[in-house]
């Protein structure tokens, strides 16, 4: 078992005794005043993290569940999907397996595509929905999605559906500030909290095009969420112990503040860049792949020749840091400085890779 601080994993992140102290309490009905009471309090500080005066739905699943919901309620036809890497490409498949029509826009790794490329393929015409990831957690690059969000809203009844699993609760995010139709997130990345929980929030739009669409399945139909949220409650049997743990992260994160919470996760950006150049200068054989103006808060991403070796290496010194994803799954790994790590313990986790790396 690893020693607290020291899983530097890009998700699922670590999670702090106190929050998992906080599924020990005894579970409640569903449909009782308590659990109203409590999903009235989530839901007051979800709308925070996810800038939006609106619901912000709870799942009981995956992020992706909560992108396929974005998908199934919120496309019709044709769909533009913008991939800046692994997950970019899981949404644009997703929308595939749904029986849409997806026209991707790929960017270079470590870069994103480029607003011109956007602007060109929506007059290019028929999209009914833009799919795009804010923070690619597959290579640490992170995206402008307030001017994408502008670049959709002048296409013709086209929605905008952003993937911010791993920056909400570590980047700032904002369903209404990025003219958004859908921002889904997850339970285990920048809210460190465990896996299991899901959440979508959607605006007006996005409710009108959803009572137009057939075959929105019964899970995931964003329509029943939207009901069931009138009355404070799931539509379903909610994972009600990871409600408390994020009852508890949701007053935690209160106490903080989202601006202090979103400034750490930028010094740790900070610190594992300026310690990634100086190592590279010193020839120790890691470079950046993200590019400095999409560097993302919450995860970088290292190239090497050497991925499995310093993986295990790092194991041995009791530190669990991430692998490479698509399309630089063999020559990249990935440190996840995200949720409640502190630059303390960055830093620290640096110290040990540098050494690591010397003797490699």
Known sequence: MLEAGRFFVPGPTEVRPEVLDAMRRPVIFHRSPAMEELM????????????TRRTVHVITGSGTAAMEAAVLSGTVRRVLSIVHGDFGERFARMAEACGRTVVRLTSNPGDVVSLDQVRDALRSGGFDAVTATHNETALGVVADMRALGA?????SDCLFLVDAVSSAGGVPV???DWGADAVVSASQKALALPPGLAFAAVSARFVDRAKSVKNRGTYLDVLRYEEFAGKAQSPTTPAVSLLFALDRQMADIEVETL?????????MRDVCTAWVQRAEAAALGVSLV???EHRSPTVTCIRTNDRDAILQRMREQGYELGGGQAPLAKNTFRIGHMGDHTVVGVESMLDVLERVLRTI
């Open 40 to 51: 009235r309090r989530v839901s007051g500080g979800l709308g925070k993290v996810f800038g």
């Open 151 to 155: 670049l959709v809203r002048e296409a």
């Open 174 to 176: 904002g369903l209404d």
């Open 259 to 267: 601006d202090s919470r979103f400034a750490r996760h930028v010094a």
């Open 290 to 292: 993200a590019r400095p």
